[in-house]
């Protein structure tokens, strides 16, 4: 199989970067609001990292694997 070409992996990465923040910035509000930004953003972006990483990446590439590798 080839390499999918980088603007490809771009585009999926930002797609899926921006719903899981959106999601997860909107999920966490209630709970992160009374604490200082930087330090809810460093709370966050653990969980962001990993779900990027092991759930919706893998994922996200064997669905668009067609796509990606045209």
Known sequence: MTTPRRWKLWL????????????????????????????ALALLLPVLTSLMTWIVMPRLTQVLAPWLHR
């Open 12 to 39: 999926t990465t930002l797609v899926a970067l921006y719903v899981l923040l959106l999601a997860l910035t909107t999920l966490t509000r209630p709970l992160l609001a009374p604490l200082p930004k930087p330090l």
